[in-house]
């Protein structure tokens, strides 16, 4: 299925038209998301504390390296998070600014 992205959508003949306030609520789930990353990487981080409740050498070990592997894909995706929803919020405010420049309202 073709999704169109957050806030933007393809009109007639090729003209595309962004709607800030849809760019800032996706803003605000991506920032939320990263928020959400960051407590399962915490909560990750108490499990492979708890490795060493394991038994064999090598199963301590495994877990550790499989918390530590995991917590460092969190951890990017935490900061692609980030890194979207600054990314939103600029285009919102760069539309909005371009549109109230285009189309000022009254006594504008």
Same mark, same amino acid.
């Given at each position: 299925? +073709?999704? *169109?992205? !957050?806030?933007?959508?393809?009109?007639?003949?090729?003209? %595309?038209?962004? *709607? &800030?306030? *849809?760019l #800032?609520?996706?803003? =605000? #789930?991506?920032?939320q998301?990263? !928020? $959400?990353?960051?407590?399962?990487?915490?909560?990750?981080g *108490?499990?492979? =504390?708890?490795?060493?409740?394991?038994?064999? &050498?090598?199963?301590r070990?495994? %877990?550790? +390296?499989?918390?530590a592997?995991?917590?460092a894909? %969190?951890? /990017?995706? $935490?900061?692609?998070?980030?890194?979207? +929803?600054?990314?939103l919020e600029?285009?919102?405010?760069?539309?909005?600014?371009? +549109?109230?420049? /285009?189309? &000022?309202?009254?006594?504008?």
């Amino acid at each position: 299925m +073709d999704q *169109q992205p !957050v806030g933007v959508m393809r009109m007639a003949a090729g003209r %595309i038209e962004a *709607q &800030p306030g *849809q760019l #800032r609520g996706g803003a =605000g #789930r991506a920032s939320q998301l990263g !928020v $959400e990353l960051t407590g399962f990487r915490s909560r990750l981080g *108490q499990a492979a =504390g708890l490795a060493g409740a394991a038994g064999a &050498p090598g199963a301590r070990a495994a %877990i550790s +390296d499989s918390c530590a592997a995991w917590g460092a894909a %969190i951890e /990017a995706l $935490e900061h692609q998070a980030a890194a979207l +929803d600054r990314n939103l919020e600029s285009a919102a405010a760069a539309y909005a600014e371009t +549109d109230g420049a /285009a189309m &000022p309202g009254p006594g504008g």
